[in-house]
């Protein structure tokens, strides 16, 4: 398996979610920067990460979303490689229209950095194979941009289509609005496109994917890309 990673300007999560990725492929990860087209053409994963990619000007990740790179990731996204995109990230993919719905300002109006609960609602994609319907794991987020919004009809395909991927909920698996760190509409934290081979999520698996960090429950992600993408 090769996996790569995309570098904005303002990046910050790139380096980790790269190490998280060789600790379980055991080879090194490509780094691209945004304005290189020239993708590798044996890539069987591209990872979108976390930061403020433009310093978050006008709205999240709707400058990234216009980068050289982002036209050759909507390109091979289409033919079916597999896309992992994580906070900024997802914002970037939503704004380029690869998922629906839109990531916008928290409820609280404030940033939020903490360990939130996510219930597993999909096992059927490459990245959530290694993972449980209902298993509840701790992942870390960090945003202040991370309440997920889409229209009624949106949602209903999602809900219709299996395409909700995590929710937040409590430490037991339950779905209430005091588990919601953000506001997102039926506390969805991440979605997939329709063929499943793209994945937006707010929360960082890749915080939470060595026991030197504290715990492992993200690093069963990049085990399930791996067994499943090799």
């Known amino acids: 398996m090769r996996a790569a990673v995309i570098v904005f300007p303002g990046s910050n999560c790139d380096r980790d979610i790269a190490v998280a990725l060789e600790q379980s492929i055991g080879k090194p990860t490509t780094m691209i920067w945004h304005q290189d087209t020239d993708i590798p053409s044996d890539l069987d994963l591209i990872v979108v990460p976390g930061g403020f990619s433009y310093g978050d000007y006008l709205r999240c990740g ?30 970037i993919v939503t704004e380029a229209g690869l998922l629906p719905g839109v990531l916008m300002r928290n409820r609280g109006l404030k940033y939020v950095c903490k360990d939130v609960h996510l219930r597993v609602e999909d096992s059927q994609s490459a990245f959530t194979a290694k993972y449980k319907v209902g298993d509840v794991l701790r992942i870390p987020i960090g945003h202040a941009e991370g309440n997920y919004f889409a229209d009624e009809a949106t949602l209903k395909q999602l809900e219709d289509e299996g395409r909700v991927a995590f929710r937040y909920c409590t430490t037991k698996g339950e779905i ?49 890309l791996v067994e499943t993408l090799a």
Do not use: W, Y
């Not at 937006?200 to 026991?211: I, Q, T, V």
């Open 62 to 91: 709707a400058m990234a979303a216009h980068s050289p790179v982002m036209r050759e990731v909507k390109r091979r996204a289409e033919k079916g490689m597999r896309v992992l995109a994580v906070c900024n990230g997802f914002q």
């Open 176 to 224: 209430t609005d005091d588990a919601n760190p953000n506001g997102s509409q039926r506390n969805i934290a991440g979605v997939l496109n329709k063929a499943r081979t793209v994945l937006g999520m707010m929360p960082h698996p890749e915080r939470l994917a060595d026991k030197k960090l504290g715990g492992t429950d993200g690093r069963a992600m990049f085990e399930a």
